[in-house]
Structures are given as structure tokens and as C-alpha cells.
């Protein structure tokens, strides 16, 4: 059953600067602290600070908060990107990402190539991922570009490639940042019902989002990030409002 387990959760990215001497007076001259020093003496970003919830089956969560705030960051650790630099997360089930286009995909396979090798990963025999690299050429509309390598794909390409791929199989638990809602008009039509299929289906949903008729129309409850910290955490209308 797809549970996402997370205490005391911290995340930090070092920052290089040419001139860290001014910068480090700066940053201890300054109250926020969301710019600090690590034990090596290195300046860091505190991105996400002590993060503790608990997400079980069935909550569809919406992750809100300003630029900045660490929503972004929050998806890529659940999905294994980032390691917590202090904490506990424990995540149950398969994960489906739609958070960068890129992941997981090799710049200098076609696309029909990184769907199957996608499919063999997963479990599935060569002639299923065959099969699913047509399904997915079907619905990214990519035409004879799934024999290309995908270095030689526009923006737009990468990310119907990577929508179409992520949403051929039905994760456990769906991580989503909300530019995947913000395509080309034509294909967000298409990809709509789609989205909803996968939504409804997932055990879990966690999307992070400035779109408050998202959050309203899927979500269930709301996680407030502000400064890389839980402000609120509750049911939509308690840490949104009402509509
Ligand atoms: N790879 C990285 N290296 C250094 N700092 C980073 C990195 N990724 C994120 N950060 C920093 O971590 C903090 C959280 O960023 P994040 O992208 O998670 O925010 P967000 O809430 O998703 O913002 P937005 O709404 O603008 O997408 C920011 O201060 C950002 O500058």
C-alpha cells in the first residue's frame, strides 16, 4: 500500500561563490538563516527544514507556496533525486514522476529506445515495450522524431515524450509539478483526460502548484511550504480558504 513517510526531513545545496568571504560576513550579517554554514564550513541553501508529515492512500495533496519555498525540492527528494542531508523519509510504492522531462532519459537514445529501456526497468519483456513505444508515439504525436535521438528534440517534444511515457503506466504515487499543465494548447486537450485517468488512479497524488482551480478540482489537502518550512497543513479550504 503507497504511504510517503517523512521526519525531521532537511535538504541543503551548497552554493560556490568567487567571493565567499563577503558573502559568508553577509549572510551571518543577516536574520534569515535560510542561508547558512554546514559542519565543513560551507556556505549551504537550507531548502527544506524539518519536514515531518504523513501522506497515506487516497490523499490527492497539493503542495502551495511561494517561489522558492521548496515544492520543487520536495518532489525530487520523495522521488529519489536528492538525499536528505538530515531525517527520515520512508516511501512505499511506485513512483511516477512528471517533475523534470529530462529524467531518466539518455540524451543519445531515440525516443523509441528510451521507452523501452523504460519498460524493461519496470518488468516488462522487450515486445511489451515495442508495443508501448508505438502507444507512446500515438499519443505524444511525435511521428517519424521517435527514431531520433532526443538530444534533437525541441522543448515541446521532451515534454510530450515524458508525459506520454509517465502516463502510459499508472503509478502508486504520481509527483507532479505543475508546468506539465501548462503545455501546448492542442496537447493539454488531449492530455486532460488522461491527466485525470492517472489522477483518480494513483494511490497517491502530490502536485505543486500556483493553481488554486488545481488544487480545488483534485486535491484533498493542502501543504503550505514557505522558506523551505510546513506553514500549514490541512484540508484545502483550511490552508487556501474557501473558494
Ligand atoms: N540544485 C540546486 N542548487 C542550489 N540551490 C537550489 C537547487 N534547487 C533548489 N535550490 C534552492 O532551494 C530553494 C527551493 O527551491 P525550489 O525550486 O524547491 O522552490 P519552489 O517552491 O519549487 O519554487 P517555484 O515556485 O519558483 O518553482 C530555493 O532557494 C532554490 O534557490
Not at 3 to 31: V, W
Not at 196 to 201: A, F, I, K, M, R
Not at 225 to 233: F, H, K, N, V, Y
Request: negative net charge; charged residues 25%; glycine residues 10%.
Amino acid at each position: 500500500m503507497a504511504s510517503i513517510d517523512a521526519t525531521g526531513l532537511a535538504i541543503e545545496f551548497p552554493l560556490y561563490h568567487h567571493n565567499a568571504r563577503s558573502l559568508k560576513q553577509r549572510i551571518l550579517a543577516s536574520s534569515g538563516l535560510r542561508l547558512k554554514k554546514d559542519e565543513d564550513n560551507r556556505i549551504v541553501v537550507a531548502a527544506l527544514r524539518d519536514l515531518t508529515f504523513t501522506i497515506g492512500r487516497g490523499e490527492r495533496v497539493a503542495l502551495v507556496g511561494p517561489n522558492g519555498a521548496g515544492k520543487t525540492t520536495l518532489l525530487r527528494t520523495i522521488a529519489g533525486v536528492y538525499e536528505p542531508v538530515a531525517g527520515r523519509l520512508r516511501v512505499e510504492g511506485e513512483i511516477g514522476s512528471l517533475i523534470d522531462p529530462a529524467a531518466g532519459m539518455d540524451q543519445l537514445l531515440t525516443g523509441r529506445e528510451n521507452v523501452v529501456l523504460r519498460a524493461l526497468f519496470r518488468g516488462m519483456s522487450e515486445a511489451e515495450g515495442r508495443a508501448l513505444a508505438e502507444e507512446v508515439a500515438g499519443f505524444a504525436g511525435l511521428g517519424d522524431f521517435l527514431d531520433v535521438p532526443i538530444r534533437g528534440y525541441s522543448a515541446g517534444m521532451n515534454v510530450r515524450l515524458a508525459f506520454a511515457m509517465a502516463t502510459a503506466m499508472t503509478p502508486d504515487i504520481l509527483l507532479m509539478d505543475e508546468w506539465f499543465l501548462a503545455g501546448d494548447a492542442d496537447f493539454m486537450r488531449k492530455a486532460e483526460e488522461r491527466l485525470t485517468q492517472l489522477v483518480t488512479g494513483a494511490e497517491i497524488l502530490m502536485i505543486a502548484t500556483h493553481d488554486m482551480h488545481v488544487v480545488r478540482k483534485w486535491c484533498t489537502r493542502a501543504i503550505r511550504l514557505e522558506g523551505g518550512r510546513i506553514t500549514a497543513d490541512g484540508t484545502v479550504d483550511e490552508v487556501i480558504g474557501p473558494a
